[in-house]
């Protein structure tokens, strides 16, 4: 797993992270199957809006980018879609907050 921060002189704070893979267990890959059938109406409900496109088969990232100073664009690649977001700050530290509440 890669993560990575950047900030230009001039751009917006950004935050990626890129999983990549080159072989997984036959129920890794069953699971991912059975969870990629509910992205689509998952990513609906949180607002996301979804393109189809092929991106690399064995890797999965995200970035999320300070678009103004109270909203985020949070962007998803997938092996076979694009999903991306622009959500107010506030409502991403409020579901990290609730899912950290949730693990501990």
Same mark, same amino acid.
């Given at each position: 797993m890669k993560?990575?921060?950047? +900030?230009?002189?001039g751009s917006k704070p950004e935050l990626k992270a890129k999983v990549q893979w080159?072989?997984?267990s036959e129920y890794m890959a069953e699971i991912g199957k059975r969870i990629e059938r509910y992205i689509p109406g998952v990513?609906?409900? +949180?607002?996301f809006s979804q393109e189809n496109e092929r991106n690399p088969e064995q890797e999965?990232?995200?970035t999320v980018v300070a678009a103004w100073t109270d909203s985020v664009e949070v962007k998803i690649k997938l092996p076979e879609?694009?999903?991306?977001t622009q959500m107010p700050a506030?409502?991403?530290?409020?579901?990290?907050e609730?899912?950290?509440a949730a693990n501990m």
């Open positions: 993560a990575t921060t950047a +900030y230009l002189n080159n072989r997984i990513a609906f409900l +949180y607002g999965v990232s995200a879609k694009n999903c991306r506030r409502c991403l530290m409020h579901h990290c609730q899912t950290t």
